[in-house]
């Protein structure tokens, strides 16, 4: 899907990449917008950047602080490695002294007096810098000092129009104190932009930015998460799918153990979704680090996303099966990533993996586990939404996608956080059952939109050589329920493949 962009020339950047993205390369030059937040949320930070980057590409910056003072301005900046010695601050401070003198001889009310005052002083000061870039830093004081919604919507009108034909673009930040329910500012401004923070039961708080209305521009609208890191903001756009999408080969994947490929029909086929469902140690995690393996022996990127185990143990476990992956994490054919859902936003770990795939050029994309993946969404009820995006944007780029999702429980009925399994186009199931006095493990192909596999239960067991699969476990039902009933006299319930009838990763 083309979208339309604004001449570049007329567009003022934030400095913040992802925003300008949003923002479809920019804020149109030479209008008032307005940074709607509560404290702490980041409305200054983005202040700082949206000057330094003006700083940096030869723009005059002013910095107008109603509320802050310089010495505060600056420990903000130094806790982000800047330097605003290229950007002009004015404070309310240098204002006091004479608005109090004024308000003391004169028959006006102070609050007139002061708001007067305050206007007429801070437009000089923009008309002896003649800068291209202004803060306002809060519009709250002005509110406060205006009293009555009527006088303020006057002030906000005498900016907008102080500031119409001088070449100059305007940030007013606004942090919503004595906002009640008035909203002169957001029905003036230009555009507005909205940044919410939440604080979850556990982990850090989560931000995030959307813009509420950018006249004649069509922006990326929702909710898109925010970080703040040191060196400012980032900001991850929300994905949309269908602004992405290559020619891809309609070919299959392979696992490298023949018996497992024949199961699922031959292959995964690329462009595709894959669940691996079953009970916790059943052997998911190893059929994707198989399937990974081959990938990267293909020569073809693999990047393997790490929720419930660290990177040490993964690679004690891949060599406990007699998979060495040294060979390709050096040669970079297998990224491993650990994530920590705490701490990960669901838009991050989108922005991530989007980033491996467009610029790495990631052909297999291992999410272990999907419960992991879960308890990083703020809320499930989105869940389903996320995920499909994401998957669909994998599969218009031609990467296989292999998910795993642990179901509760071991034998028996098994239940799951939530059910994903319409979302992907394979499903393989594994499952234990018991006999003649062990626990084995078994797998089936439980459905495959893109084509024809097996309809057979098989026998799955993990060896320090690797995946054994087994022939189909004709001789029995009830595997998948977890204790099987013998079919026929003098049967065995124990598969036992012979020799050479099992693959072996």
């Not at 149109?28 to 950047?49: M, W």
């Not at 002013?62 to 301005?73: C, D, F, G, P, R």
């Not at 898109?224 to 890191?229: K, Y």
């Not at 660290?310 to 690679?315: D, G, P, V």
Request: charged fraction near 20%; include cysteine.
């Amino acid at each position: 899907m083309e979208i339309k962009r604004p001449n570049e020339a007329a567009l003022c950047l934030t400095g913040i990449e992802g925003l300008d993205d949003i923002l479809r390369g920019g804020l149109p030059r030479d209008r008032l917008y307005l940074v709607l937040g509560s404290p702490g949320v980041g409305k200054t930070t983005l202040a700082l950047q949206f000057l330094l980057t003006g700083a940096e590409r030869g723009e005059k910056g002013l910095y107008i602080t109603l509320s802050e003072t310089k010495a505060e301005l600056d420990e903000v900046a130094r806790s982000h490695g800047w330097d605003l010695a290229s950007i002009p601050l004015y404070e309310l401070s240098n204002l006091e002294a004479e608005i109090q003198k004024e308000s003391d001889t004169t028959f006006f009310s102070p609050s007139e007096v002061q708001l007067n005052r305050t206007t007429i002083a801070l437009l000089k000061e923009v008309e002896r810098i003649k800068p291209t870039r202004v803060v306002f830093d809060s519009l709250s004081e002005l509110r406060l000092m205006s009293e009555t919604p009527l006088r303020y919507r006057r002030q906000i009108l005498h900016l907008k129009q102080f500031f119409t034909g001088r070449n100059c673009t305007v940030l007013a930040l606004d942090d919503g104190a004595g906002l009640a329910a008035d909203d002169q500012m957001e029905s003036l401004a230009h555009g507005v932009l909205t940044m919410t923070k939440r604080v979850p039961d556990y982990g850090v708080t989560r931000r995030t930015i959307r813009v509420e209305k950018l006249r004649g521009v069509s922006f990326r609208e929702g909710n898109h998460d925010l970080l703040m890191r040191t060196g400012g903001l980032v900001v991850f756009p929300r994905l949309v799918a269908a602004e992405h999408h290559q020619a891809f080969p309609k070919d299959k994947i392979l696992s490298g153990v023949p018996s497992l490929d024949q199961l699922v029909g031959g292959g995964i086929d690329r462009g595709t979704s894959t669940i691996f469902l079953g009970p916790s140690g059943s052997g998911k995690s190893s059929l994707a680090t198989c399937f990974a393996r081959s990938s990267a022996q293909r020569g073809e990127k693999a990047l393997y996303l790490s929720f419930d185990e660290t990177i040490a143990t993964f690679l004690h476990r891949a060599g406990g099966m007699g998979m060495d992956l040294a060979d390709h994490l050096k040669s970079g054919h297998l990224i491993l990533q650990q994530i920590d859902p705490a701490e990960t936003s669901p838009g991050e770990l989108t922005f991530t993996i989007k980033e491996y795939v467009q610029k790495e050029g990631v052909k297999m994309v291992v999410m272990d586990s999907l419960n992991g993946y879960i308890y990083s969404m703020a809320d499930q009820r989105h869940l389903a939404l996320h995920l499909h995006e994401m998957l669909s944007f994998l599969n218009q780029q031609g990467v296989a996608t292999l998910m795993i999702l642990t179901q509760q429980g071991m034998v028996g009925q098994m239940q799951t956080p939530i059910d994903l399994t319409y979302l992907a186009d394979t499903v393989v199931m594994l499952r234990y059952f018991e006999s003649e006095g062990a626990v084995r493990q078994a797998i089936s192909v439980m459905k495959k939109r893109s084509g024809d596999h097996e309809r057979t239960i098989r026998e799955f067991a993990i060896s320090s050589d690797g995946l054994l699969v087994g022939p189909p476990l004709k001789n029995v039902q009830g595997v998948l329920t977890g204790v099987p009933v013998l079919l026929g006299q003098g049967q065995s319930t124990q598969p036992n493949p012979p020799p050479g009838g099992a693959s072996r990763a």
